[in-house]
């Protein structure tokens, strides 16, 4: 039990599908973060909240379109995807951006 | 730009010998430093970090690291590899001056044979 609750653990969905992933954390955490794992590349970090402001966007495609409602929740929004973006999304939290950060055990996403 | 490398795609090594993971890293102030481990089917769980103090780290699981700001290292190591530490191992880094994310290495793979 990591305190970081993603779900669904697995998804499949067409490429004109609108699904939503979701991360829940119960640490009383102010950062959380969005990575994609892909086979034999290196984690890549997609968003990063602070305090339930966007702060980092690394030049991810707009079909991803998170949403932080509150600092407990955090959700991706898929539209529109590609077969490239199958791969293993994972959520994580922090006290603070320098602190470590706390994994879900990701969603496994594939894009037939 | 900062950056991590981890040479090794995969270490193996016998059960009760010593482990080393191999990690080296580019910032350009002072770094805080970072070790996760991640089982099959699981997310990344944190090991131990570096920020400031006493070189030699000591983290969960009786892993420890070593930060070598000469060689810019910090390497993981482990003196008796049990069969259970079987997982992918993560280095990741940030630079301490204002707000950077922290970057990841690509991870190796550590098989402990029984």
């Known amino acids: 039990e990591t305190g970081v609750t993603q779900t669904p653990r697995h998804l499949v969905m067409g490429m004109t599908n609108k699904k939503s992933l979701k991360c829940e954390q119960h640490l009383g955490h102010n950062a959380m973060y969005w990575y994609k794992q892909s086979a034999k590349k290196p984690l890549e970090l997609m968003f990063v909240?602070?305090?339930?402001?966007?702060?980092e966007n690394n030049s991810v495609p707009s079909r991803f379109s998170p949403e932080c409602p509150n600092s407990s929740h955090l959700f991706l929004h898929l539209h529109t995807l590609q077969p490239e973006d199958s791969a293993l999304y994972l959520c994580?939290?922090?006290?603070?951006?320098?602190?470590?950060?706390?994994f879900g055990d990701g969603t496994r996403l594939s894009i037939l | 730009a900062q950056s991590v490398a981890q040479p090794e795609d995969q270490v193996n090594v016998a059960e009760g010998n010593p482990l080393t993971v191999k990690c080296t890293y580019s910032v350009s102030g002072n770094p805080y430093l970072f070790w996760y481990v991640q089982y099959p089917n699981r997310g990344l769980q944190f090991l131990l970090k570096y920020i400031t103090g006493d070189n030699l780290v000591k983290g969960s699981y009786g892993f420890e690291a070593e930060f070598n700001k000469s060689q810019t290292s910090f390497h993981l190591k482990k003196p008796s590899a049990l069969v259970s530490d079987s997982a992918l191992y993560f280095c990741a880094v940030r630079d301490s001056g204002g707000y950077q994310k922290v970057t990841f290495g690509t991870g190796t793979k550590l098989q402990v044979i029984p």
């Open positions: 909240y602070n305090f339930k402001e966007q702060t």
């Open positions: 994580a939290s922090a006290q603070q951006t320098n602190q470590p950060q706390h």
